[in-house]
Every structure is written in C-alpha cells, then in structure tokens.
C-alpha cells in the first residue's frame, strides 16, 4: 500500500510541477478557506488509479483545476455532471416535489458504465426522495467494483452556504464558499444514507475534523479484491 | 505565436471546413468544422466557434459549442466557455471557465504495426489489497 501511496504522491508533485508552468492555469491561491484531509479521497483515488481506462463522473460544483488534476494523475476520462447548475434552476422554475423525477430522466447514463462517481455533498441541498432518486440512478451507473465518494454534513451544517469542493493534492480538499441560492435541506443518519444507496457498500467511512462524514461506497460483483 | 498565426478576423463568418498548415487565430464566426493537425489554434476571447475542432493544440479564450480533440494539448483559459466533449493528453482549465461535457485524458493505445491487434490499457496498479482506515482517523458513528 505505500508504494501505491508513493505513486500518488509522485504524481501529484509531477502535477504541481506542471502547473506551474505558465500554459498551466493555477488555481488562485483562496485566502481563508478551509482544507479539509480526505482519506477518503485517497481511496477513491487508489481505487480509480488500479482501473484501466478510468471514467469519472464528477457531480460537484465544475472547477477546471480538479478535472486537470483527476485527468492528469489517472489518465481517465471525467464526465462533469454539474449537478448545482441544474438543481438550482429547477429550484427557481420548477416545485420541489418535481426534483426526484426531474434527476430521474435527467441520469440516463448507460447502466455500468462509469468507475467512479464524485458525489461531493450533493445530497445536502437535494430532498429525501430527490437524494433517493438519484442515488438509484447513481448504483445503476456504477461498475461492478465501481467507488462512489460522498460528503454528509450534519445538524451544524444545515445552515452552511453553498461550498465547491476543490481538490488540492490526493488527500486534500479545500472548500470554498460560493455565493448561491441553493441551501442544504437537512441531514441524514448514517443508517439512512446506507439505505439509501441500496446495492453499495460501505468501505470506509471517516468523520472530518469540520465534522462531514466522508464515505466511499464500493459497488460488488466484480470478484476483485476491494480497497 | 499568435503575430506568426493567420487570423480569422472579428468580421469574418465562416461556414464550412477549416483546414490548415500553420497556426490559426480565430477572433470571429466559425461553424462546421477546423482542423490544424500539426498546428496551434487560438480561439479568441470574441469568437463564436461551433464546430468540431481537431488540432495539436488549442487554446480556447471565446466560445465554443462542438467537440474538440488536441493532439497535444488544450488549454481553456478563464474566458473560454466549451460545450461539448474534449479529448487531449493535456488539459488545462482556469477557473472562471465553462464547459459542460466530458474530458477524456485517458492514454490512447500507440500504433503498431499490426493495427488489427488491438493493444491492452495498461493498468497503472495491481489489484489491492483490502485496507483499513489509517491510524488517527475517526470512524463515523454508525457507519
């Protein structure tokens, strides 16, 4: 495992030598935004890095430095789902009730057709059925021995604004706050994220030092041995 | 670079194939399709391209609606805004762009002499083994 962990960690120095040349855009340095250590993400990573021909489906908020950064440590191919864009327009045109069948025709991906799904903290700002709507579409989109990586906030969090995760190496991630008008519409117990997405299992689960709960699910079948 | 490259300018709209043996600077309309296989193409921070673009490099500062391939490397700067799906070695994207699509950076197989045999995606790790949580990490209650 620490060669594997040396591999990632030659790959990310090998990137942030690439960046900084200047054809290579930066990510602008944010003052006081928090960074959070994700272990979950170094998994995930490990996990993606052992699949041949990688695709990614990213959910989060699109940043050009982490599809540069996912592209150039897996040589994979990233989906940007964007999901924000499109909860919030549905948010000022459409009632709520409508949102778990609009994600339901809107993820018409080809079943088992993705490696591994970044899920972010997505199902934060998305209603019980809405969050349940796309995590079926979500574990039908997955590979056999496919990952999911996912962030839950808790009762704190609620009322924490909108926040775009950007990847700073493979076990960090910095949160930026971004002006929205998206909110987070509640919280879930562990027990009903996990039911929630009904055909994955979870393969580790962290708490965060700002509190999130940072879980990777991996999807059975394969026969491969998992992470 | 872009003093050496042929400018499409501001005025002009095109329709049709773009093809080419040097550098190109696009500042105005294109639609259909441009190819510079061995060349850079600039699209301006004023362009409206909606084509299928296919260069060794593109560098992307207007907008574009159509996939693109670069052989070498594509680079959307903070301006540029790309619809539709690209496939480079490298990418570079500034935040501040757009794009809704996909991005395939994954290892092309090289060419052989014998094209019909179809190469094997090298796989960069062998299967892993089962792992735990590293030491002064928290395990979420109730996961």
Redesign the interface.
Known sequence: ?SG?RG?LSRLTSERRA?DAEP???P??EPAGYAAVTS?GLQ?FL??M?????PVLLDLGA????N??FF??L???????G?LFVEIERHARERPAEELAAFLSERFTREEASVDGVLLWDVCDYLNRPAAQALAAALVRALRPDGALLGFFGNASHVDIGFTKFVVEDDSHVRLHPRAQDLARQGWM???DI?KMFDGLR?S????LQNGW???LFRKGGGG???? | MDKEAFNVGKSVVFKGELSGSEDIFIEGSIEGKVELRDHVLTIGPNAKVKAEVIAKNVIVRGEVVGNITATE?L????SGSVDGDISAP??????????????????KPAVTAAPAQAA????????????S??PG???????
């Open positions: 495992m594997l591999w690439d054809a290579g855009v990510e602008p272990k998994k490990l996990y890095g052992s699949r041949p021909a699109f940043s050009g430095s599809v540069t592209g150039q897996l040589g994979c191919k990233v989906i940007i964007d117990q562990n027990r996990i979870v580790e689960s962290y708490l709960r940072e879980m491969r041995p998992i992470i | 490397k680079d959307i700067r903070d490298v990418v570079a994207i500034a935040e501040g762009a757009h794009l809704r699509g996909s991005v395939d950076m994954q290892k094997k995606p090298d796989a960069k790790l062998a299967p892993l083994p089962t792992g949580p590293a990490s928290q395990r979420a209650p109730g996961a």
